[in-house]
């Protein structure tokens, strides 16, 4: 089977974002179904792990079942209800050689399959399978397979396990559900990715298991600091080669779905970076500016916002060292010397941070940020009395204080002893 993921999936004209997603049509009869083909052969990976590994991509309401072969059988995602373990004949194994089944998440597609291997009577006397989630996965389900005799196995992300005699790192990727996991072996740069990384389309998120877009960036962002090169995808044929690009290409498309940018839609880096900082979403920010700034490289706007969201990030070096080039080409900016003045704040460089202020405030007496952070260094620096003298931090430090007193108000009161007694309640 050859890799099949459109060089267009993410098309980027001089400085857009144009994700191109082209219209579900169902087939009018179901094709014949290819059975198992070898994954290291469709990966073009020469690898004991991938020796003698199948895939068995999945039928309609099915997920791809992905069988690992090895000292034992480990099966990851068995599919929906629909009679894989007869498939697992024509391999010349028997359900009695699987020892463990991982669940990329709690969907029915990819978990439901779990009971037909427990209706099959020798595995249920056996008892020899460990089934494999995350904790945070469907409860009804945990408790069916318990009941059973078959608790299951819980994972947080992070482990290290052992899946037919190799080792695989256990990433949590939430998003699509709460429960989503990825499993990564890194001597072959391979990505068992579930429904996080699919190679043609953009994974939803799944109000009601738990899924939330910006849980999704979260778990992308895990995967983009690996080096990856194969995906091995809940749905869809596998990737070979470019599987970084398929990670990345999914990282834009749920950009794209926070921003509400229409499937057809065109939006600039620049743009969307404003939208990002909007949402406060601080690393797409700098994401963004990047891509843009590949593109454009001069632009002084990519380079500000990318500094203010450093500065926001708490990566107040990073900021310094692109504020100092602003400030180079455009010493009198006002944006600049506020933002220098802000990262030094941040670096405990209280003294240092001063001057920036004081000439921001020479070119514009008016510019709240540069008052009240310059209100902050006096205070930290335990100059309290020039502190209060600036109107704007004043303001700001009696708004917080205020907003506390309003939390306090509406926490349980202490009894008059202070020791934290609390009014009963009726």
Known sequence: MTQNVKDENVRKSEHEITPLVEDE?????????????????ILKVSHPVFEKSRFLIGYHHSSNVYVLAGDYLTLVDPGNDYTIFAELEKLGYSPLDIRKIVLTHGHRDHCMGVFEMLRFPPVMEAKQ???IMHAGGPTEFKQMVTEVGFPPTELKGGETIELSGFQWEVIHTPGHTIDGICLYHEPTRTLISGDTVLPDSIGEADKNAGGQLDHYLYGLKQLMKKDIAHVLPGHGVPVAVTGRRAVEETYVGVMMKIMDVPPDGRITWMDGARLLAEKGLLEEVVYCCDKELLLRPENPQAFQLKALALNDMGR?????????????????????????????????KYEESLPYFDQALSRDPEITEAQVFKGMAFYFLGRYEEAMAIGAFKSELLARFKQEVDQGMKSPQTGESGQGATTPRE
Do not use: F, Y
Request: with cysteine.
């Open 129 to 131: 399978v460990e089934i």
């Open 316 to 348: 107040c070096a990073e900021a310094i060292e692109i504020l100092n080039g602003i400030l180079i080409r455009q010493p009198d900016d006002v944006h600049a010397l506020t933002a220098k003045g802000h990262a030094l704040l941040g670096l405990g």
């Open 25 to 41: 049509q169902m087939p009018e009869e179901e094709p014949s179904h290819p059975g198992w083909l070898p994954i290291g052969e």
